[in-house]
């Protein structure tokens, strides 16, 4: 796994800085192409430029924008590009560190095999060489369950876990379902509270800047700006297939609704032309895809009413419940299987969890062995000519694991806990305690 891990993050990182010639197309995929999109659409947007209308790849909330323009602060793309990788191998890293500690692992095999796990996915490669958010978004969302989930919290460690999940909503499609953790495990309403007033604060900074802007660029292509040919990646409009897109268009209309618009557009250009696995690829035709918004909201509701129902259960199984639905819920892509580690390190967990039967730990350790299979590097979606069959056993192993925790949190739930045991530490097994 370390040798799969040093190969395809070197690729990944050759990919990132050096291929970007648009006129030379070939299997490589242009590097950085997300970030720098999302560089391009944060400048465009404080220049009082027309972002939704004027550039297709453009399908984030406002709240986003703000956030990124704090990140970038008018830093030239070179020094952004770069700034960005380095925060993502650290992200990573910090990631792989946690895991040792979460995953109750104790022999030095287990705590090396964990410790690589993050590096040796295809997801981390896909996320790190495309410059996307999920490398940042997971461990965000992660510490801030479970920092704000602590018995015995101080002011500080609440603001942080605030703080940490508003960071988090920099990418909703992501980090939202986790947000019914913060809504129902946790002790208090008022960091819930808190993350929903500031994301609305940073949407209502944004907000000004789209109103009666200009769209700036012919429908084809992103531009000749200097910033804009920076990295010298393509910048094709997305071909929005569904009707009814006046919202998007108008430029006197409310920037949220163009968002909304065209968000619902384009994640169904998407979920047919590089999405996977999500309920958007299986409404793939335009007249079920009219249902996209009502099946993730149906989705999401129905998650947030079982995480009602467990909120006194094991904090693991919930996240790595709510972490598959994370990924089904709604359009995505191959780099953001990454979220399918915090349901492996649930099962690594149940192994090791002295409340589980032998026979539970047998089949969480199955589990645990089918979904790491297929999500070494690199993967089976672009590595198979026909990917059908490996890509249906991959989300076989998905959704059984989804039963498999949901059942263990049903257990939990019909099993009368003492009071000490309501809200055992997420970190720690049964009788440890955090360091001072």
């Known amino acids: 796994m370390a040798l799969v891990a040093i190969a395809w993050m070197s690729y990944q ?238 430029p006197n209309g409310s920037p949220i609704l163009r968002w909304l618009r065209k968000g619902t557009n384009a994640t169904y250009v998407g979920s047919i032309d590089g999405g996977y696995a999500n309920v958007h690829s299986l409404l793939a035709t335009p007249k079920l895809a009219e249902w996209n918004q009502v099946a993730s909201l149906a989705i999401l509701g129905i998650l947030g009413l079982w995480i009602f129902l467990h909120r006194r259960g094991d904090l693991w199984l919930l996240l790595g419940v709510t972490a598959i639905v994370a990924r089904v819920w709604i359009y995505h892509r191959w780099y953001d299987d990454l979220l399918l580690i915090l349901p492996l390190i649930t099962l690594c967990r149940v192994t090791k969890q002295p409340q589980y039967s032998p026979g539970l730990k047998t089949v969480a350790a199955a589990l645990f062995l089918w979904i790491w299979m297929f999500l070494l590097a690199p993967g089976v979606l672009y590595t198979f000519a026909k990917p059908q069959l490996p890509i249906a056993l991959q989300v076989t192993g998905w959704l059984m694991t989804l039963g498999f925790l949901a059942l263990l949190a049903a257990r939990e739930r019909q099993t009368p806990a003492s009071p000490a045991d309501q809200h055992p530490d997420p970190s720690r097994p049964p009788g440890s305690h955090l360091p001072a």
């Open 13 to 250: 990182t050759y990919r990132y800085f050096l291929v970007g010639d648009p006129n030379n197309p070939g299997r490589t995929a242009v590097g950085a192409i997300d970030i720098n999109n999302r560089y391009i659409e944060t400048r465009s947007w404080f220049r009082q430029e027309a972002v939704y209308q004027s550039y297709g790849q453009a399908v984030y909330p406002p709240a986003t924008y703000t956030m990124l323009a704090l990140v970038f602060n008018g830093l030239p793309w070179p020094i952004a590009k770069l700034l960005w990788f380095l925060g993502s191998l650290v992200s990573v890293g910090f990631l792989s560190r946690q895991l040792i500690r979460l995953s109750l692992v104790q022999t030095s095999w287990e705590k090396w095999f964990v410790a690589i796990l993050p590096w040796a996915t295809y997801a981390t490669g896909a996320a790190l060489g495309n410059g996307q958010f999920v490398l940042f978004v997971l461990p965000l969302v992660l510490n801030a369950v479970l920092i704000l989930a602590e018995n015995q919290r101080s002011t500080r460690a609440t603001w942080l876990g605030i703080l940490l999940m508003v960071a988090a909503l920099v990418q909703p499609t992501i980090a939202a379902p986790f947000f019914w953790l913060i809504l129902f495990r946790i002790r208090g309403y008022q960091p819930a509270l808190w993350v929903a007033a500031l994301y609305l604060a940073l949407t209502a900074v944004a907000v000004p800047f789209q109103v009666n802007a200009q769209r700036i660029v012919p429908p084809d292509t992103y531009g000749g700006r200097p910033d804009q040919q920076a990295s010298g990646a393509p910048r094709p409009r997305l071909k929005l297939a569904l009707p009814r897109q006046g919202a998007a268009t108008n």
